[in-house]
Every structure is written in structure tokens, then in C-alpha cells.
């Protein structure tokens, strides 16, 4: 019998994988793995959607038949020889045969809850279950966390206190419940942002803390505002549930309080979810992690699938430590490592592989495929933006003309300011192109609304821009007051800025003429200083005197700050129209170039258009060709990332994405110089590229470090990078032409019209790069140990709490007295950190 038994099992085992032959041999292994805590460590582009869909369909199938030794009563000798023989392709009758004799404790579809994060990922593994299962697929939970969660509390909310027919509110509809708190409160919007507030008790309900203990956190003088912040957020919990509403957060929060206090509600979802999946678990938060914790606290079959190489969103709550401690918290879990690739090839992905390995906080695995090993990757070094963009967009014709089409190109960046550049080159050349995730730079209201105020400086006349500033930021003049104007100015025949101009007299305006007036003297005042000032200093002097960037820093929100960033990113376009068209360096004239950019993006792109997005919005996503621009120390990795470990490992997993989006074709560029808000600054190469092997990629125009002190050039601690910039010349066919004003290359119907680049060649003129980090003679170490007294130029006084030696540097933990603990590696901290 034990023979038979085990050949059995063996038979049984053999069938099944036969029946999931179209899946490689790791991916066959995690479908067939039904039993216990399971995590899926899906690399980039390994195909974990597959192996989801595969892995329901077995459990549907076979139910734990592939990972059981159990063997029916009912089982002959006859049904083991069918096992045994089970021909290559068999009839109808034949396969349902075999599954009744592999099937073992097959589930219910309702008795399997996949989850994964937007309504989009849902619906795709909804119709992909649905094309491998049929009309089965339906009974599935196939949803994202909230829907879920909506499910269940519609069922039982009413055990902790809400009615079954609760309302959910959005975004707009709490901000109006915390405005009305505010003024009940007698607390002033401008220093409590509704848009805080909100993010401040989202990220309390995230660590499960209700307002009393939130409040029990911050009950002391010393902490005046989130003193009251707690009364605020105590207030909002009493009025949502006065409402009977929920917000977002309340949705999982809910769920895991009625889950965590009612056993009879928790067993019974326990008994009901046999097997839980969760997708992209590297992105889960505290409360998510709770809630799967629950779920699965029965049975435990939890079947996890994620990428802790591609967590990424650490600034929305995600908690990357939920994927590295499942095995901590399931020591019973399989781990299955899904390495094998099938998007990129693998100069790609050894570049890629490269990068990654230098973070500690990973489970560690090689991506590899056998898509050959392609192009090695391109890295390329620029003088500046400009040269930036017209290379890419170069290369990206140079790529058409050979037969690659638009769409098959991605232009990926760190933040969104750095499309303006390439925005420019693209329109210049002609390139259909869309911003996903964003808003084209023209397109952005901030940006309007001061190109708004220069065209009115420009011509008073302009009555439609008029109407977009006069009470842009607020000056109490409002459309009632406008209108009258208007129908003045219509009947005097006269434009609205000349009848606001002589408000006072005008009897219809009398209780407006002050505010009228005082905006026609700030717009004659601006216009006089027009013709005396410089033009990117008069654009200065028009964001201060209107008091539009003034009005955006008082909101201290992180959208206003954006939005700042944006205004001051149009003084780039400006420095850089002066630089290319010196001999029409005026406003009129640098509204005209604007001019012919922005009525471009009113022709209507087709599908066949280069893609441009932020890292990540690309999440996801893949294409043949992908360019990733800015990179360099103090953009991609952020200048934030440079004295926080945590951070600076998130943007190595975010470089890490981005590498893993192209599929043939990956370029990497930085500049020597890069003007970004209006300032222009000197940038070392991003460590990322030094952490390339040399052996799967090409650096064109390389900056080369020479050695020396300090110089009449711009340094960085004494060590210099010497030429190496090679231009921005595309190829070698067409006629070379003269360098076009917009700085971008020109292009005929006859090929590529190429020009030199024109960047200083003289060493005092030359902007000039830090060594590279393995060149620079290695410093001795701090001597640190736990108890030490540090200081730090940017996070004060601290006490070391541990040093870990990791090779030829170490990991220290400071708890700083104003900014809490902080992970740092000593080498780099050292020269901004002294022992007490």
C-alpha cells in the first residue's frame, strides 16, 4: 500500500504540472504550492499575473491534490496504470477523468479572496480569471482592499456602531467637514490646512491609533499645534459617525475593528476565505497588513505576491518591512523566488541586477532571461538640460527613422518640473508626445496664471488674461464687479484694463474703485519697471509685487510647493530664451516663442506618441526603448536621500524600476550643469551609474576625474572633472545647420540636421564635477560605539544608538534630539557629522 501510495501521489503530482506545462519551472513550483504561508518574490517582468491566474485555477481544479499526500480510499490499480499512462493529449473524457482522481478538497469560488491595490489591476485579474476559468471566475473576490472591505462592513457594521447603509466620503467631502471643525474650533485655515490635517489623522488611523490615543500622544504644552490637531481629529471621528460616514481610511480601519472585536464576524470570514492572495504586498501599509493578517489567521494559506526591489512608495504609507518579515511572521512560510524575465534582455537586466545589490534591506535575488543578451546599456553625459533633451529627442528620431514607432518609447524623470526641457524639444522637433500622470508644463495653472500676468504687462489690452489674474491671488475684486465692467468698457468702446484704470469715475464702481485702482497702479508700476529691468529680473519682480508666489507659500502644502517649483520653473524657459535668441530678448518677443510651443498642444495626439512620466507613474508599465534623464546626485537620488539610509535605498529600488521598464533599448543621461527652478547648479553623476559594471554598459562623453587642488575652477573638495563632454551631435547623415534658437536640433524631410556643440572650453569656464566616488582616496572611519555623542551639520546633536560594520564602511543609527532616529552610513555621513 505505501507503494502504491507514493506512486500515487508522484502520478497524481505528475498530471498537474502537465496541466500548468506553459508555466516555467519556478512559477510551476508556486502554482502547485496551495498549503500554508507562501511568498512570491516575482521579479520585474517575471510574470507573477500569470502565475496568480495559474495558481486559482489549480486551487480551483485540484483543489491541495498537487501538494498533498493524501490518496483516496476509492483509488484502484486501474485509476494509478490511467495516472501513470495519462496520454499526451488526451480526449474530454479523458481530462475530466483526471481530475476527478487528482482533485483533493477541491474549494468553492467564493472561497478564495484574491486582493490586489487600484480598480484597474482588479479588473484585469477579473477578466484574465474569467478567460481561464469561465463563468466560475465570477464568484471569486477578485477586488482591492476597500472594495473588500465595503463588503464586509456592509454585512456587520452594525455591530460597532454604524448603520448598514453608511455613506463613504470622498477627498472634497472630508476637507469640508475639517473646514467647518476649523471654524468651530476658531482655528485658522492657513496654519491648519485642512489637506494637513486630513494627511496627519490618515497617517494615525494607519498605525490602528484611535484620537484619544492620538491625543494622549501629543497632550503637552511643547506641542501646542498637533494638540489641537488632536481635537480636530476627534471632532471629525464624532461628526463622520453623527453622519453615518466613512472616509477612506475608515473603510480598512473599520474592518479591522470589527474583525479585532467581534469573534463571531472574524471566525466567520476566517471560515469562509479558505486561501487569501495578495498582490503587490511590498506596497502595503500597516492597516493593510493588519487586515491580511486577520483574514488569513485561520487556516493560514496566504499566498503573498510582491517585489521588495520594487517598493516604492514609502511616502504613501507603504511599509516594505511587511514583505521582509513574512518569513518572521509565518516561520513556516516557502519562499519561491520568480527570476526568470521575460520583458528585457539581460545586459539590461544585469545593469539592473548591479544597482539593486546595493541595498541591504532586500531578500536578494538575479533576475535572468533568455531573450539574449541585446544592447549594452547607454549612459550619457550632457552639458545641460537643453543638450539633454535634444539628445533624446535625437535619438529617438534616429530610432524612428529605422523603424521604431513613437509609441514605443518611454522618457522617464524623477520629478515632473524636469519635462519642461524635453517638453520644449519635442514641440520644437515636431515629436507627438503625451505626459501621463501629469500635467504638460504649459497645461499647469500656476504656469497659465503667470503667463497670464506677462501678457497683460506686455498688452493691457488683453482683456481674456486680464479676467484670469485681476483677482488671481484674491484682491476682493469678484465677477459682479467684473461684469460691470465689462458692460462699461463695451459701451465706452474701450478695453476693461482703461475703464479700470479710471474706476473712480464711474458711479457703478464706486464701492469697488479702491481695489481697482490699486490693481491698474500694480500693473502700471510693473510696466515702467518693464522697460528698465532685465528680463528675468523683472519676471522676479512680477512674482513678488502681485503676491501670487506670496499667497502659495502661506497655504505651506506640499501642492503649493509644487506649484511654486513650477513658477519658478518658467525662469528657466526665460534664461534659456535669452541664451538662444539674445537678439530679441524681450518680453513680446519671449511670448511669441511661448506662443508657437503652447498652440501645439492643441493639435490632438494619436496613439503612435513618446510616452513621459515620473518613475512612478511607470510602475507597471513597459516599452522597447526607455530613456531615464536627471541622473545625478541631488536629483535622482534626491538631495533629501543623501543622510537618510531608508530613503536612499527607496531610490535605488526606484532606479531600479525604471531600468526594469525597457525591454531593448535603455539610455541613461546626466548634465554637467542643469538650470531647474530658475537656478542653475554643478552636478556629480548620480552613484547609481557608477554602480553599473563597465562590461554591460556604454559612457558616452564621460566626465574623467583629474586630481588637484583647488583652481580657478568650480570644484568639489578639490577633486575635478576634466572635458569629456562630447555634444549633442545626431548622427552622421543631413546637413549640418546653424544651431537653432531654441537651442534643439533641426530636422528636414532630407534626415538630421546636426550641430556641435558649443558648450566653454576653457577650464575656468568649464563647469566642473565632483571625483567619482571609487576614485577618491578612502578616508579613515569615525570611530564610533553605542553611547557616543554625535553632531550633525543638518540633524543637530544625537546619541549613537548602534554601529554595524558592513564591509569597508558601517551602518549607524543616531537618535538625534530634533528629527528622531536616523539610519546612516558612515562614510558618507562622516564629513558632516563630528563625535562630541
Not at 210 to 226: Q, T
Not at 235 to 242: D, F, G, S
Not at 568 to 592: C, H, R, V, W, Y
Amino acid at each position: 500500500m505505501t507503494d502504491f501510495k507514493e506512486r500515487y501521489i508522484a502520478a497524481r503530482k505528475t498530471v498537474i504540472a502537465r496541466d500548468l506545462a506553459r508555466l516555467n519551472p519556478m512559477q510551476r513550483k508556486a502554482a502547485m504550492t496551495t498549503e500554508g504561508p507562501l511568498l512570491l518574490l516575482a521579479g520585474a517582468g517575471s510574470g507573477k499575473t500569470t502565475v496568480l491566474i495559474q495558481r486559482v485555477y489549480n486551487l480551483l481544479t485540484y483543489g491541495r491534490g498537487s501538494d498533498s499526500d493524501f490518496v483516496p480510499e476509492w483509488a484502484t490499480e486501474d485509476d494509478l496504470a490511467f495516472l501513470e499512462s495519462f496520454p499526451e493529449h488526451p480526449d474530454d473524457l479523458e481530462i475530466d477523468r483526471a481530475h476527478r482522481l487528482c482533485a483533493v478538497d477541491v474549494p468553492r469560488p467564493w472561497e478564495i479572496i484574491a486582493i490586489t491595490f487600484t480598480n484597474k489591476a482588479a479588473g484585469e485579474l477579473k477578466d484574465r480569471l474569467a478567460a481561464r476559468l469561465g463563468p466560475m471566475a465570477n464568484d471569486i473576490w477578485a477586488s482591492t482592499f476597500h472594495s473588500a472591505c465595503v463588503r464586509i462592513l456592509r454585512r456587520d457594521i452594525d455591530r460597532i456602531g454604524f448603520d448598514k447603509d453608511f455613506t463613504i466620503y470622498d477627498t472634497d467631502d472630508s476637507k469640508r467637514v475639517i473646514k467647518d471643525i476649523l471654524k468651530e474650533l476658531n482655528l485658522d485655515e492657513k496654519t491648519f490646512q485642512p489637506k494637513s490635517i486630513l494627511a496627519i489623522i490618515s497617517s494615525s488611523k494607519d498605525k490602528y491609533e484611535s484620537p484619544e490615543e492620538f491625543a494622549a500622544k501629543h497632550n503637552n504644552e511643547m506641542d501646542w499645534k498637533m494638540a489641537r490637531i488632536a481635537k480636530v481629529y476627534a471632532r471629525y471621528t464624532q461628526k463622520l459617525r453623527a453622519a453615518n460616514a466613512l472616509d477612506f481610511d475608515d473603510i480598512i480601519y473599520h474592518t479591522v475593528t470589527l474583525l479585532r472585536q467581534e469573534p463571531e464576524v472574524l471566525s466567520y470570514y476566517q471560515n469562509k476565505f479558505r486561501y487569501v492572495l495578495v498582490d503587490e504586498y511590498q506596497d502595503t501599509n500597516h492597516m493593510q497588513y493588519l487586515l491580511t493578517s486577520l483574514l488569513a489567521g485561520g487556516r493560514k494559506n496566504l499566498c503573498v505576491v510582491g517585489d521588495d526591489d520594487q517598493s516604492i512608495y514609502r511616502f504613501r504609507g507603504a511599509n516594505i518591512e511587511n514583505i521582509l518579515n513574512f518569513e518572521q511572521q509565518y516561520p513556516d512560510a516557502q519562499t519561491i523566488r520568480l527570476e526568470q524575465n521575460y520583458r528585457s534582455t539581460q545586459n539590461i537586466l544585469d545593469a539592473a541586477n548591479a544597482v539593486i545589490k546595493n541595498n541591504q534591506g532586500r531578500k536578494g535575488k538575479t533576475l535572468w532571461t533568455d531573450n539574449g543578451s541585446g544592447d549594452v546599456v547607454t549612459v550619457k553625459t550632457t552639458f545641460n538640460e537643453s543638450d539633454e533633451a535634444n539628445y533624446v529627442v535625437g535619438d529617438i528620431l534616429m530610432g524612428v527613422n529605422r523603424g521604431r514607432n513613437f509609441r514605443d518609447t518611454a522618457v522617464l524623470y524623477r520629478m515632473n518640473a524636469q519635462s519642461n526641457a524635453l517638453e520644449y524639444a519635442m514641440k520644437r522637433n515636431g515629436i507627438p508626445y503625451k505626459v501621463v500622470g501629469g500635467m504638460k508644463f504649459f497645461d499647469r495653472a500656476e504656469v497659465k496664471d503667470m503667463l497670464a500676468y506677462l501678457c497683460v504687462l506686455n498688452n493691457p489690452l488683453d482683456d481674456l488674461r486680464l479676467r484670469r489674474i485681476i483677482n488671481n491671488p484674491p484682491r476682493g475684486i469678484g465677477a459682479t464687479t467684473l461684469d460691470k465692467v465689462a458692460v462699461l468698457a463695451e459701451g465706452q468702446g474701450a478695453s476693461l484694463y482703461e475703464i479700470i484704470r479710471n474706476a473712480d469715475l464711474f458711479p457703478e464702481l464706486k464701492s469697488a474703485s479702491a481695489k481697482l485702482l490699486k490693481f491698474a497702479d500694480l500693473i502700471d508700476g510693473l510696466r515702467r519697471q518693464g522697460a528698465e529691468l532685465a528680463l528675468p529680473e523683472f519676471y522676479d519682480a512680477v512674482c513678488d509685487q502681485t503676491g501670487y508666489v506670496k499667497a502659495l507659500e502661506e497655504k505651506k502644502d506640499m501642492e503649493s510647493r509644487g506649484r511654486i517649483e513650477n513658477v519658478q520653473e518658467l525662469k528657466s524657459n526665460i534664461l534659456g530664451f535669452l541664451e538662444q535668441d539674445p537678439e530679441d530678448a524681450t518680453l513680446s518677443g519671449f511670448l511669441n516663442e511661448i506662443a508657437l510651443y503652447t498652440d501645439l498642444d492643441s493639435v490632438e495626439a494619436d496613439d503612435n506618441c513618446v510616452t513621459m512620466m515620473t518613475i512612478h507613474s511607470a510602475k507597471g508599465l513597459e516599452f522597447p526603448a526607455v530613456y531615464v534623464v536627471g541622473m545625478e546626485e541631488g536629483i535622482f537620488p534626491g538631495s533629501s536621500a543623501q543622510y537618510d539610509e531608508e530613503e536612499l535605498e527607496e531610490e535605488r529600488r526606484l532606479c531600479y524600476v525604471a531600468m526594469t521598464r525597457a525591454k531593448e533599448k535603455l539610455t541613461l543621461t546626466n548634465c554637467r550643469q542643469r538650470m531647474l527652478y530658475g537656478r542653475t547648479s554643478a552636478n556629480k553623476p548620480s552613484r547609481f551609474l557608477e554602480e553599473i559594471p563597465e562590461d554591460n554598459m556604454r559612457w558616452e562623453s564621460k566626465p574623467e576625474p583629474r586630481f588637484g587642488g583647488l583652481g580657478d575652477d568650480d570644484t568639489f573638495g578639490g577633486d575635478r572633472y576634466e572635458g569629456g563632454f562630447g555634444g549633442a551631435s545626431y548622427g552622421g547623415y543631413g546637413q549640418r545647420s546653424a544651431r537653432p534658437a531654441s537651442g534643439g536640433a533641426s530636422w528636414s524631410s532630407g534626415g538630421v540636421h546636426s550641430y556641435r556643440d558649443t558648450a566653454p572650453k576653457t577650464p575656468a569656464q568649464r563647469p566642473l564635477q565632483s571625483v567619482r566616488k571609487n576614485a577618491a582616496p578612502a578616508a579613515p572611519l569615525m570611530q564610533l560605539r553605542q553611547g557616543d555623542m554625535v553632531e550633525h551639520t543638518a540633524f543637530g546633536k544625537g546619541m549613537v544608538l548602534s554601529v554595524r560594520p558592513m564591509g569597508g564602511d558601517a551602518l549607524v543609527e543616531v537618535a538625534f534630539d530634533q528629527v528622531g532616529a536616523k539610519k546612516l552610513m558612515l562614510k558618507s555621513a562622516g564629513s558632516h557629522m563630528k563625535k562630541l
